[in-house]
């Protein structure tokens, strides 16, 4: 599932924004600002000057215009007062995106019945470690994926597409998929049956279960007939050479610093099988809350 963030690239949007208009903001607190108090000064000193000299005449003079005088000298240009006005936001809008959340929509069913289209969710960007933004460096260690985990990451064929599966296996781990069930670890997984699933874009049903991964259940959907997965889709991926491949049958060993992923809707998502391992450097976070979808508010709610 290719995801499409609120914006594309917004990061890279925001920074730039951050960026003039913080570089404005500054240029105006230490340079312009005091320019104008000087025009302001030297103003105020001509037209006290000036009512002095008129009032030793004896003419009388409206004094009332001074403060309009050093008001008008003071005013911020438009375009200063707009930066000077952005760019503590644009600011706050960034961290908290890069460091904190930042929001996605999801465009196809590949994780349905978890995530539908249209779901907009939010993601947690330092679960995994503290990154840089737009460079997706890891700086700061924290927790590590677990088997379970609804994730967001870089696509490895492309890095400037974000996509959403689950993890299912851990560096290390050894997964096993045959007949569309899962054995991880050599322990197979267990699958609970619930009432068939209508799909919502066309009127098929499908088997519908809830799988218990270790330490996390939630629910899959497989489609009857078709196969595990599609070989002749497999591609020649980054140390391929970990997973063994047959006809209705795979086993991969998840290398180190790597993640295996798998949709959800498991006869519609092209995943791990397909196109290989997921590196940690790819990682953009994980997802955890569903905060709304225009066609369906009964949506809102944790990701499980």
């Given at each position: 599932m290719?995801?499409?963030?609120i914006l594309?690239?917004f990061?890279?949007i925001l ?5 003039i208009t ?5 240029w ?5 600002s005091?320019?104008?108090r ?7 000193a001509e037209?006290?000057a000036?009512t002095?000299?008129?009032?030793s ?5 409206e004094t009332n215009k001074?403060?309009a ?21 644009i600011?706050?809008?960034?961290f ?6 930042e929001p996605f929509?999801?465009?196809s069913s590949?994780?349905v019945?978890?995530?539908q289209?249209g779901?907009l ?8 470690g503290i990154?840089l933004?737009?460079i997706?460096k890891?700086i700061?260690?924290?927790?590590n994926?677990?088997r379970?985990d609804?994730m967001?990451?870089k696509?490895p064929?492309?890095?400037?597409q974000?996509?959403i ?13 045959e007949n569309?069930r899962?054995?991880v670890?050599?322990?197979p997984v267990?699958?609970?049956?619930l009432?068939d699933y209508?799909?919502?874009e066309?009127p ?5 279960f ?5 330490g996390s259940q939630?629910?899959i ?11 002749d889709?497999?591609e020649?991926?980054?140390q391929?050479?970990?997973c063994?491949?047959s006809y209705d049958?795979?086993t991969c060993?998840?290398p180190?610093g ?6 959800d809707?498991?006869?519609?998502s092209?995943?791990s ?5 997921v590196?940690d450097?790819n990682?953009?976070?994980k997802?955890?809350l569903v905060?709304m979808?225009f066609?369906d508010p009964?949506?809102i709610?944790?990701?499980q």
């Open positions: 290719n995801m499409q963030p594309a690239n990061a890279l920074l730039v924004l951050m960026v913080g570089a404005i903001w500054f105006d607190v230490f340079v312009l005091k320019q104008r000087a025009a302001a000064n030297a103003a105020l037209y006290d000036r002095a000299k008129l009032t005449d004896g003419i009388k003079v001074r403060a005088i050093e008001a008008a000298h003071l005013r911020q240009p438009t375009w200063v007062e707009y930066s000077g006005s952005f760019f503590p936001v600011a706050i809008v960034f908290l995106r890069s460091f904190l959340w929509k999801i465009p590949s994780m019945p978890t995530l289209i779901d969710i939010l993601v947690n960007k330092y679960t995994y990154r933004p737009i997706n890891k700061i260690e924290l927790n994926p677990e379970g609804v967001v990451f696509y064929k492309d890095m400037s974000d996509y599966k689950r993890v299912i296996g851990v560096p290390g781990d050894k997964i096993t998929y569309k899962l054995t670890n050599g322990t267990e699958y609970t049956p009432d209508l799909d919502d066309k098929v049903y499908h088997k519908h809830i799988e218990k991964l270790p939630h629910r959907l497989n489609s009857e007939p078709a196969r595990s997965f599609n070989l889709a497999v020649n991926f980054p391929r050479a970990a063994d491949y049958k795979f060993i998840v180190e790597n993640y295996f992923m798998m949709g809707n498991r006869d519609n092209a995943d099988r397909y196109w290989g391992f590196p450097k990682i953009v976070g997802a955890f905060w979808n066609g009964k949506r709610g944790s990701i």
